[in-house]
Nanobody, 115 residues
């Protein structure tokens, strides 16, 4: 089993920054993909960014140039640095880990961008 625990969400003004963290524990394979998804009220969950153990990244078009995903493989931790936040970034952000065709989710952390 794999457990994911997110932290770092909160309320921030437009143009501000937040850093999300997600720590994975349990049966973590050496090769995996970790990422962040988000779900706004009334919308489907969408991919924000992901990163492989080798460091390859991909981003949703809506966050390119503003968000940066990174990871520390030794700590089984993934980060999401979010800059220039917009009200439309408001959502519950979920950490995800995929390995051996299985996917695991964290409990989610709320990010609210509002003045």
């Amino acid at each position: 089993q794999v457990q994911l625990v997110e932290s770092g969400g909160g309320l921030v003004q437009p143009g501000g920054s937040l850093r999300l963290s997600c720590v994975a524990s349990g049966s973590i394979f050496r090769i995996n993909v970790m990422g962040w998804y988000r779900q706004a009220p009334g919308k489907e969950r969408e991919l924000v960014a992901n990163i492989t153990t080798g460091g390859s990244t991909s981003y949703a078009d809506s966050v390119k140039g503003r968000f940066t995903i990174s990871r520390d493989n030794a700590k089984n931790t993934v980060y999401l640095q979010m800059n220039s936040l917009k009200p439309e970034d408001t959502a519950v952000y979920y950490c995800n880990l995929r390995q051996a065709s299985l996917g695991y989710w964290g409990q989610g952390t709320q990010v609210t961008v509002s003045s």
